[in-house]
T-cell receptor, first 115, second 109 residues
Framework: KAGVTQTPRYLIKTRGQQVTLSCSPISGHRSVSWYQQTPGQGLQFLFEYFSETQRNKGNFPGRFSGRQFSNSRSEMNVSTLELGDSALYLC??????????????FGEGSRLTVL | GESVGLHLPTLSVQEGDNSIINCAYSNSASDYFIWYKQESGKGPQFIIDIRSNMDKRQGQRVTVLLNKTVKHLSLQIAATQPGDSAVYFCAETLNDMRFGAGTRLTVKP
């Protein structure tokens, strides 16, 4: 069965621009969560969606947003990009909902560079 | 705020030896813990999990130990192999999943 697919894998943007990242979960998984990974801060939780509803949100500014579609695919958007937004953005899917009580399956990430 | 942390950022072991990776957590309400392995250029991969009503759980060549008294989690890898070289993260779950900083394990042949 296909794993979690994230697109694009790599992208370069400039400060002030916005970016949209896409995540297709494993078939049958209805929960999708997003993480930002940087060398300085490690893996940080952004938000989680289940059945098109945001269940949890991490401590990130409002420039970071997301959504989930009826087919469980998810997108995250970052507006007004800053240099510090350069990171690997990871998406994970799972069968479980709510408290993320269950195994997460991660994609390979979208590496964003902001110049 | 409360966070999950790791004691050592790097660990180097000889092939065939056992590895122990440690993790300290500070949220005593956390009730579910997971260890992940991340190889270069890849996303984290689930290794093993443990719930707070357990002290020990074993998988294939891996064992996770949970000491709730001192809020400590460890991952033991038996007969470490070169393919085990990666960054290992612990994570705790309450309302969301919070990860430790990671320990880079290097296996020397």
């Amino acid at each position: 069965k296909a794993g979690v697919t994230q697109t694009p894998r790599y992208l370069i943007k400039t400060r002030g621009q916005q970016v949209t990242l896409s995540c297709s979960p494993i078939s049958g998984h209805r929960s999708v969560s997003w993480y930002q990974q940087t060398p300085g801060q490690g893996l940080q939780f952004l938000f989680e969606y289940f059945s098109e509803t945001q269940r949890n949100k991490g401590n990130f500014p409002g420039r970071f947003s997301g959504r989930q579609f009826s087919n469980s695919r998810s997108e995250m958007n970052v507006s007004t990009l800053e240099l510090g937004d350069s990171a690997l953005y990871l998406c994970a899917s799972s069968l479980a909902a709510g408290r993320m009580d269950g195994e997460l399956f991660f994609g390979e990430g979208s590496r964003l560079t902001v110049l | 705020g409360e966070s999950v942390g790791l004691h050592l950022p790097t660990l180097s072991v000889q092939e065939g030896d056992n590895s122990i990776i440690n993790c300290a957590y500070s949220n005593s309400a956390s009730d579910y813990f997971i260890w992940y392995k991340q190889e270069s250029g890849k996303g984290p991969q689930f290794i093993i999990d443990i719930r707070s009503n357990m002290d020990k759980r074993q998988g294939q060549r891996v064992t996770v130990l949970l000491n709730k008294t001192v809020k400590h989690l460890s991952l033991q890898i038996a007969a470490t192999q070169p393919g085990d070289s990666a960054v290992y993260f612990c994570a705790e779950t309450l309302n969301d999943m919070r990860f430790g900083a990671g320990t880079r394990l290097t296996v020397k042949p």
